[in-house]
């Protein structure tokens, strides 16, 4: 075998649930079928590694210092929707009619990780809603026991300012994760969402 | 989301058995955990789409006009193996014990799809058995209908030189595909080859 072939077999790894034999079976593929697919994937890759960072406003990945969504005039910056993950505001987006803006933890509160609220960038989080322009927060984190931990923060955080916290409705299963619901549940959940209290 | 973002997922769909949902996946886990890996995929996927070709010997992937088995001086040179695909080549190499030459059809005769000797390099294997020093030719394509159908026509041109053409033995699953053969069964089956008559 080639050493170029070993390497692009090694380097595949990097990709996740790609294991020894799968990464072989893409190496291969790309090259009986796919060079010109390959070479776009090369070119498209290297310039998101380097050009992709994050919005300064919602923490969610962008190319410019502000993303598409907050630069927009047409959505409604009275809703603020919190998520754990940039594939949880897209399940959100893609899903729900929502039309208000978002705010990306890039994680959620784990203590013994040492991930606190300075590392979920709160601190801006706060100004923001100290700013008086937001009335009602959408604390979407996961229903899981960090997100719940996460979730019960933010509401007192929203209190602390003045705003509504909420949060979506039945639907979404108990322990599982925002990203893999079905968008029907998802959607549903959403638009029935309650006030925390 | 940005264009950038959705390039790359969309470019990400290029390897085998991946949708949009896990293409998505991949995308946000290589920029929020492997901006080095990534980096590294990219560089290396490039190099290889340009520079990989074909061993002008076996047909076997390299980056070099003779790959390293054919280059060696310390394989068999009385014993040719031929297999349809790289990834088979690979599997015979980790799982058994050979120590003989390989040639690569990179596909198998299926005259509906315009796939005959010509586009398998037969002319090629046919005046490398004429050269004398090939004394066993083990016919390894697959024990499917074409595979099949490929293995009897090889075992002829073989006949046809003085060669004496073999099969590798029971193990190998009918309608199976060599490449996902245990290395156990697969190390059997060409160790008890029989001759095909
Ligand atoms: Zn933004
Ligand atoms: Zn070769």
Redesign the interface.
């Known amino acids: 075998?080639?050493?170029?072939?070993e390497?692009?077999i090694e380097?595949?790894r990097?990709?996740?649930?790609v294991g020894a034999k799968?990464a072989?079976?893409?190496?291969?593929?790309?090259?009986?079928r796919?060079?010109a697919?390959?070479?776009?994937?090369?070119?498209?890759?290297?310039?998101?590694?380097?050009?992709?960072g994050h919005c300064e406003r919602c923490r969610d990945?962008?190319?410019?210092p502000l993303?598409?969504t907050c630069a927009s005039p047409s959505r409604d910056a009275h809703l603020l929707c919190v998520v754990e993950?940039?594939?949880d505001r897209?399940a959100i987006?893609q899903a729900t009619g929502y039309r208000g803006l978002y705010f990306v933890l890039?994680g959620r509160l784990s203590p013994l990780d040492g991930i606190g609220p300075r590392e979920l960038g709160l601190d801006r989080l706060a100004a923001r809603l100290a700013g008086g322009e937001v009335q009602e927060l959408i604390v979407a984190t996961n229903p899981t026991v960090e997100g719940e931990a996460t979730a019960h923060y933010l509401a007192q955080l929203a209190r602390q300012h003045g705003v509504r916290p909420s949060r979506p409705a039945h639907g979404v299963p108990l322990g599982g994760e925002l990203e893999y619901v079905d968008r029907g549940t998802l959607s549903h959940a959403f638009g029935s969402r309650s006030e925390m209290v």
Chains 1, 2 share one sequence.
């Open positions: 075998m080639s050493s170029l072939l390497q692009l380097a595949l990097v990709l996740p649930g799968s072989q079976r893409m190496a291969y593929h790309l090259l009986e796919e060079r697919g390959g070479q776009r994937l090369a070119e498209v890759l290297a310039a998101a590694m380097e050009r992709i990945f962008s190319e410019s993303c598409a993950t940039p594939a897209l987006e890039q």
